[in-house]
């Protein structure tokens, strides 16, 4: 019944787990959820109030593929303040959430049997666009040992004539592993040595804990092959209004507003109104967030720590911890599983972001302290009876 091509498609396990944990609270379980990555604020009050005026100013109607000129300017203007780094407005595109600016250059760029080499663990879409896309899905191992980065040495064995494409993602999820500029000097090299184009998903940028975010884009030649991802979602609490963007070279930007037109038009006219807010306007809130997350960070770090059978690394970025679980002696989603069925928590097992997450649980702690503490209580004492 259904094209061959849907069985190359994968998910997001993050979404399924919320639903179980759904059921059992329906059931009248008190789950903590700790599998979503979600921050649980609300979108700031002037970024609410700028998408009000914009669709009562008539921003509710069709406007360009690539995204309201004025949209694009101000991710422009973004750019080269917070990158040091001048696009053009020809050379943005805004789009409905993220997840469309790992598919759709992918789909633009990759042919069958070209390889793309994409961070094991990580966020499942990579995987999922690159088999969809009829190309061939290159893991590259991110490890325990360099604080969940990889090894450029593995990457120099991996990229071939085939390579294609390689995408990065600092900070990370699901480690909250950051790369550091030396290994983003040695990137940029082999990129440019191999005509390899960058897919660089930067969505966590605001949310760093040590030292400063650093972009692949800002090193020689890469400009010219890099694809700058980021979002509103995470930064300003913004996950359901699926706003996106990303800079690119132009000739890749107009294929990409073609693929928009064909597929859901543009992003929301006033939408993007309200992200041009967001970008301009006072980043208080932002502060205030990362400072939070930064105490539950190190709430959640310090908690597992104190389990016997689980070691956490303190992550530098994102909202995520990815602790190992070998000790324990039980694989990954069977850890997942009694956590959620026998703890009340909700987290997702390291396997769903590839092969590399075994041995590995991840907990987003965008969530309070009070459920933070509470779902280590619980785990604990788990771990205790088992």
């Not at 002037?46 to 008539?58: F, H, L, Q, T």
């Not at 793309?116 to 040992?145: D, Q, R, T």
């Not at 390899?196 to 090193?219: A, F, P």
Request: charged content about 25%; overall charge negative.
């Amino acid at each position: 019944m259904f094209a061959e091509r849907m069985n190359r498609l994968g998910t997001e396990t993050a979404f399924e787990v919320l639903a179980k944990a759904r059921a059992l609270e329906a059931q009248g379980r008190d789950i903590v959820h700790l599998e979503i990555g979600e921050p649980d604020f609300d979108t700031p009050d002037n970024i609410r109030k700028a998408a009000e005026k914009a669709i009562w100013a008539g921003y509710t109607h069709y406007g360009p593929s690539a995204g309201l000129m004025e949209a694009r300017q101000a991710i422009c203007n973004y750019f080269a303040k917070d990158r040091g780094v001048e696009y053009t407005p020809d050379q943005i595109i805004l789009t409905p959430g993220g997840k469309p600016i790992i598919f759709l250059p992918i789909l633009a760029l990759v042919d069958h049997g070209d390889e793309v080499i994409y961070p094991n663990p990580g966020y499942p879409i990579y995987e999922s666009a690159i088999e969809f896309s009829g190309g061939k899905a290159i893991p590259l191992k991110l490890k325990e040992e360099r604080d969940f980065r990889f090894d450029i040495a593995d990457l120099e064995a991996i990229i071939s004539p085939k390579t294609k494409m390689l995408i990065l993602n600092s900070p990370q999820n699901p480690t909250g592993g950051v790369l550091e500029e030396s290994d983003l000097k040695r990137i940029a090299e082999l990129a440019v040595e191999n005509d390899v184009i960058v897919l660089s998903d930067e969505v966590y940028s605001k949310i760093i804990y040590e030292g400063e975010h650093h972009s692949i884009v800002t090193y020689p030649g890469m400009k010219e092959r890099t694809i700058l991802m980021d979002a509103h979602s995470k930064t300003y609490a913004m996950t359901g209004w699926r706003l996106g963007y990303a800079a690119m070279p132009t000739p890749i930007a107009e294929k990409f507003a073609k693929l928009n037109t064909n597929i859901y038009s543009h992003a929301t006219s006033f939408v993007q109104l309200a992200g041009i807010e967001a970008l301009e306007g006072p980043q208080d809130k932002v502060e205030e967030m990362v400072g939070i997350f930064k105490q539950r960070r190190d709430a959640i770090v310090d908690g597992l720590n104190g389990i016997k059978g689980i070691s956490c690394l303190r992550p530098k970025g994102a909202f995520y911890v990815f602790p190992n679980i070998t000790e324990t002696g039980l694989e990954s989603q069977v850890l997942a599983d009694k956590v959620l069925n026998e703890a009340g928590v909700a987290c997702l097992s390291g396997t769903c972001f590839g092969a590399y997450g075994e041995g590995y649980l991840r907990f987003s702690y965008a969530n309070s302290l009070e459920n933070i503490e509470k779902a280590i209580e619980r785990i604990s004492g788990m771990m205790a009876h088992a």
